[in-house]
T-cell receptor
Framework: AQRVTQPEKLLSVFKGAPVELKCNYSYSGSPELFWYVQYSRQRLQLLLRHISRESIKGFTADLNKGETSFHLKKPFAQEEDSAMYYCALSPYSGAGSYQLTFGKGTKLSVIP | ETGVTQSPTHLIKTRGQQVTLRCSSQSGHNTVSWYQQALGQGPQFIFQYYREEENGRGNFPPRFSGLQFPNYSSELNVNALELDDSALYLC????????????????FGPGTRLTVT
């Protein structure tokens, strides 16, 4: 069975400081990995996925298969980054669809 | 293009009752997934429907059941409600194509808050 662990419930950083949200996973195969974000009073939305290898809103995440990690990083935090962040994993179903297993989430608070 | 919508926004039920939650997919999407999010937890996968058939199920008992209609909208039914069923229920729609190597994004609805007393 797959599992996603986000060890920090809450992470507070000052504006302009670097951010790293940790995510570790366990899965026997090759998973697809995602970061989702939920801003205050908004719905859950995809931030980025490892397969596309892109940077969204200055955030990047590298899949480390040896350490089974997919940490989310940003060099300089902005106040608008304050939100709930969820790491998620899915086995690839072969139909272009995926069934997500989420971590418990980390609340990022950026202090002005 | 309209996004994913869910109804009702919130409701209160009594233990033992039955409930039906509804979800309208985003235009052009043929796959609907349902998730349960308890307070302080991440969303937990319940099941997924693709072209009106169940296409995967999480670790939920049979009293959680679903339907997908020809217009790709969907229902989640929960029988014999228990106190632990109190949660936010999220619906997500996406586009799926068999044998595709592409990954299609899931778009989430705002959720239905269910309280069981």
């Amino acid at each position: 069975a797959q599992r996603v662990t986000q060890p920090e419930k809450l992470l507070s950083v000052f504006k302009g400081a670097p951010v790293e949200l940790k995510c570790n996973y366990s899965y026997s195969g090759s998973p697809e990995l995602f970061w989702y974000v939920q801003y205050s009073r908004q719905r859950l939305q995809l931030l980025l996925r490892h397969i596309s290898r892109e940077s969204i809103k200055g955030f990047t995440a590298d899949l480390n298969k040896g350490e089974t990690s997919f940490h989310l990083k940003k060099p300089f935090a902005q106040e608008e980054d304050s939100a709930m962040y969820y790491c998620a994993l899915s086995p690839y179903s072969g139909a272009g669809s995926y069934q997500l297993t989420f971590g418990k989430g980390t609340k990022l608070s950026v202090i002005p | 293009e309209t996004g994913v919508t869910q109804s009702p926004t919130h409701l209160i039920k009594t233990r033992g009752q039955q409930v039906t939650l509804r979800c309208s997919s985003q235009s052009g999407h043929n796959t609907v997934s349902w998730y349960q999010q308890a307070l302080g937890q991440g969303p937990q996968f319940i099941f997924q429907y693709y072209r009106e058939e169940e296409n995967g199920r999480g670790n939920f008992p049979p009293r959680f059941s679903g339907l997908q209609f020809p217009n790709y909208s969907s229902e989640l039914n929960v029988n014999a409600l228990e106190l632990d069923d109190s949660a936010l229920y999220l619906c997500a729609s996406s586009q799926s194509r068999p044998f595709s190597t592409l990954i299609y994004e899931q778009y989430f609805g705002p959720g239905t808050r269910l309280t069981v007393t």
